[in-house]
């Protein structure tokens, strides 16, 4: 079963959400979400997506974040339209990573500059700016699975 991803570069990525849907990626950033039917075994494209060079899928599978330089946008997977995005003036830092608390509600965005920014998605506004590392960027993100905890790690190591 082949999926026809609409980019001619290199895929990089494939990730599963939930049991029967998939978000294809490539080297070129653009994405793709697309749709399996079980009992016909065909894949089926739902929407396409350009600059998805750092996104993230929520566990709930219903939306996608993705990261330009300075702002965030928020779209439906199924749909594939914008349905909320930050302020572009608040980030001064081009984003280098991101991820996503299991609540769905709170975004963490890691930037050039070292700095960590805790977003209310759907209100677009800071809950809180912290200056992690003072040389190097924030290069990876995760959350603990209750959330309780985020882990970080830099250019350096």
């Not at 039917?37 to 739902?46: F, Q, Y």
């Amino acid at each position: 079963m082949d999926i026809e991803h609409p980019s001619n570069s290199k895929v990089i990525k494939v990730e599963f959400v939930g049991t029967t849907n998939a978000f294809v990626s490539s080297e070129d950033g653009v994405g793709s979400y697309w749709s399996f039917d079980l009992e016909a075994k065909t894949w089926t494209k739902i929407s396409n997506f350009k600059e998805c060079y750092h996104r993230v899928i929520p566990a709930i599978g219903e939306f996608l974040i993705l990261s330009q330089l300075t702002n965030y946008e928020v779209y439906s997977l199924n749909e594939g339209t914008k349905i909320a995005e930050s302020d572009k003036s608040s980030i001064v830092s081009p984003i280098t990573s991101l991820a996503i608390h299991p609540d769905g509600i709170i975004l963490a965005t890691g930037h050039k500059d070292g700095k960590l920014i805790i977003w209310d998605i759907w209100e677009q506004k800071i809950f809180k700016t912290i200056d992690v590392f003072q040389d190097s960027s924030i290069e990876g993100i995760s959350f603990s699975h209750k959330g309780i905890h985020i882990s970080l790690f830099n250019s350096i190591g």
